[in-house]
């Protein structure tokens, strides 16, 4: 079979950009290795920028997020045992965040397709891409024991960081550029009230720990840990107890237990890969780029990326321009890289870097009382944490 473009990976940049498309009248396919399931339970980021959350309400993707996410105004940064607020919305004349977890948001986009017609394959295996170079590039896959082909235009890489697309860059062409961080972060999801009305980042020498919400009755909380360490050497009553030391302040602020139902640990990296784009193959989202979670930008650049490419792929398919195209990259590659330097510096200003290094801590002191004291630098923050107009 035939399609304008074929997308590989249902993560919010291709089911988001199979919607957008479909908007102009653009047909595509989505291919996805994991089941419909799986995709819809994973648990992953949280916090939508004032951008994406105003691009989801105008593409008619906003109604259960309406009722179900919440907006915050503020965010709080902790150190030395005290909370210091940054007035989000006040410094950035008005915009604010939306928390409302990513699995939501690949509900809403599969419904949403699923209603129009549109076309996702789940459960597929051995996706490889072909042609790129040419003018009818393909995508070969097995589905329901069948090994398939669609030819298309244009193919979409929304594969992810595991993904298959960015290895078809070839190597004289491309540039990677990464770091690792040598900390992870431990995430739980806990049945309790909030602790807090907005999303606490804390700074520790112990490390550091992120308090954040999913509704009035689930709370998701993190605290740095060794990537290697396991999941099993942290029973209930540790997890408390560190969360506790680093969360403490001294005005009986209280940190709200509960069951813990879910326990995970993620590696932290950042990863560029340029150009996003060879022939007629396009990347988007984390199969593009990674950023350590600590600026909550990874689905943001996701949904970034796709609305640009959207756009391009709507110039060339429907009034043959290709001018969008040709800069995709470019432009993408403007934020991508912007929001790589908010989430590396948030993350180097809030996490112990080990080795007791008593002059790190002091300077990383500095840095965040230097960001709460000085209106200017609560501003750059708090523009950056709520995302960069499109
Ligand atoms: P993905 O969501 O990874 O989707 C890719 C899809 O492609 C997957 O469904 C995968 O199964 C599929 N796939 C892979 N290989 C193939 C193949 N060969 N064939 C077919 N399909 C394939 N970001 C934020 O903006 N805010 C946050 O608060 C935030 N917090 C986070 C917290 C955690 C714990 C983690 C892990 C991430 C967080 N992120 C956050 C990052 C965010 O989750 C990712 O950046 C986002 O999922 C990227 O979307 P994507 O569509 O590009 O890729
Ligand atoms: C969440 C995740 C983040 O990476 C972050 O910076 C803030 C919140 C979350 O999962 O709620």
């Not at 004032?50 to 150190?79: N, P, Y």
Request: with cysteine; glycine share 10%.
């Amino acid at each position: 079979m035939h399609t304008k473009v074929a997308i590989v990976g249902a993560g919010p940049a291709g089911l988001l950009l199979s919607h957008l498309l479909h908007l102009d009248g653009i047909e595509s396919v989505v291919l996805e290795s994991r089941s419909r399931q799986e995709i819809e339970s994973v648990i992953r980021a949280g916090v939508l920028e004032q951008g994406s959350a105003d691009l989801l309400t105008e593409v008619g993707l906003g109604e259960r997020m309406k009722r179900e996410g919440a907006v915050h105004h503020g965010i709080e940064l902790r150190f030395e045992g005290q909370g210091h607020r940054i007035n989000l919305s006040g410094l950035t004349g008005g915009r604010a965040i939306t928390v409302y977890p990513q699995h939501e948001v690949i509900k809403d986009l599969v419904a949403a397709r699923l209603a129009a017609g549109g076309d996702i394959r789940f459960d597929v295996s051995q996706v490889s891409l072909h042609g790129i170079d040419g003018r009818e590039p393909s995508v070969r896959f097995r589905h329901d024991g069948q090994d398939r082909e669609i030819t298309c235009d244009f193919i979409a890489g929304c594969d992810g960081f595991h993904g298959v697309s960015r290895a078809c860059l070839p190597a004289s062409t491309r540039a990677d550029f990464s770091r690792k961080y040598p900390f992870g972060w431990f995430g739980i999801l806990v049945e309790a009230p909030p602790s807090s009305d907005e999303l606490i980042y804390a700074y520790h020498q112990r490390g550091f720990a992120l308090v954040s919400t999913r509704s009035p009755t689930v709370q998701r909380l993190y605290f740095q840990c060794d990537p290697a360490d396991d999941v099993a050497n942290w029973p209930d009553p540790r997890i408390w107890e560190e969360l506790r030391l680093r969360l403490a302040t001294g005005d009986g602020w209280d940190l709200k237990e509960g069951r813990i139902f879910q326990k995970g640990i993620i590696a932290m990296r950042s990863f560029v890969v340029e150009p996003m784009r060879h022939g007629r193959l396009f990347l988007a989202g984390d199969a593009a780029h990674i950023v350590p979670p600590t600026g909550a930008k990874g689905m943001n650049l996701a949904i970034a990326d796709v609305r640009l490419l959207a756009r391009a792929l709507v110039e060339q398919v429907s009034f043959g321009r290709d001018g969008g195209l040709e800069d995709y990259s470019r432009q993408a590659l403007k934020r991508v890289w912007r929001a790589e330097n908010f989430s590396w510096r948030m993350t180097s200003m809030l996490h112990a870097f080990g080795d007791g290094d008593s002059f790190q801590h002091k300077i990383q002191l500095a840095e965040l009382r230097n960001v709460v004291d000085s209106p200017p630098a609560a501003a750059a923050l708090a523009e950056n944490y709520v995302g960069w107009q499109f």
